[in-house]
């Protein structure tokens, strides 16, 4: 079964501190993975998004990491600010080599509370 | 740019009243369009796709249908709401390719949807 694991669930941290939330797949076969943020009552927003070629990409201060063997990836926050406050969703998409609609699997979230 | 509407943004309604959410999206044509449901600490679930006008396919059978009158124009309906029908809706567009539905998806502000 496809499914997409996120940790942890919630995350407590102080204003310019550093912070890495974790994502676990098992969508098979893989064809990317994306990373939103969400805030609170609004849509989420496109971070990164990396194929199975890439191992790690970056967004100003958010670094996405993929390992596509262990089937995981790591989202990085560096100097942590208070607008980082937001929930974190990782995204994976599966392969379609027909080209048709195959639906994404969404992780539950982490939600990130940036403390002054 | 693109820019993505929906409306209202919060809505409280009774059981068994009728529901009807617009979404409409500028900037773009032939967009492949979305409707998604977010429960609290759960992962979006999509609810329905759509590739053009008048093509809807739906993913989850339930009492909510969606509708598409015009190419940018999305249209999520109930004909009597439950109360498990509350929560977070989304709507969602993505560049259409030849190569299927493998594009970022780019999410609307939501609608945030109470029946009591």
């Known amino acids: 079964k496809n499914q997409v694991e996120q940790s942890p669930q919630s995350l407590i941290i102080l204003e310019g501190k550093n912070c890495t939330l974790q994502?676990?797949?098992?969508?098979?076969?893989?064809?990317?993975l994306r990373w939103y943020k969400q805030d609170t009552g609004r849509g989420p927003v496109s971070l990164t998004i990396?194929?199975?070629?890439?191992n790690t990409k970056s967004n100003g201060r958010y670094t996405a990491t993929l390992d596509a063997d262990t089937k995981q990836s790591s989202l990085h926050i560096t100097a942590s600010q208070l607008s980082d406050s937001a929930s974190y969703i990782c995204?994976?998409?599966?392969?379609?080599?027909?080209?048709?609609?195959?639906?994404?699997?969404f992780g539950a979230g982490t939600r990130l509370a940036v403390h002054p | 740019s693109q820019t993505i509407h929906q409306w209202p943004a919060t809505l409280v309604q009774p059981v068994g009243s009728p529901l009807s959410l617009e979404c409409t999206v500028e900037?773009?044509?032939?967009?492949?369009l979305y409707w998604y449901r977010q429960a609290a600490g759960r992962g979006l679930q999509l609810l329905f796709y759509?590739?053009?006008?008048?093509?809807i396919s739906s993913e989850v059978p339930q009492n909510l249908s969606a509708s598409r009158p015009q190419d940018r124009q999305f249209i999520l309906s109930s004909k009597k709401l439950l109360l498990s029908d509350s929560g977070f809706y989304l709507c969602?567009?993505?560049?259409?390719?030849?190569?299927?539905?493998?594009?970022?998806?780019?999410f609307g502000p939501g609608t945030r949807l109470l029946v009591l």
């Open positions: 969602a567009w993505s560049v259409r390719t030849s190569g299927g539905f493998q594009e970022t998806q780019y």
């Open positions: 759509s590739v053009g006008i008048g093509q």
């Open positions: 995204v994976v998409s599966p392969s379609s080599f027909s080209g048709g609609y195959n639906k994404l699997i």
């Open positions: 990396m194929t199975f070629s890439e």
């Open positions: 900037g773009t044509s032939n967009p492949n």
């Open positions: 994502c676990n797949y098992t969508v098979s076969p893989f064809s990317n």
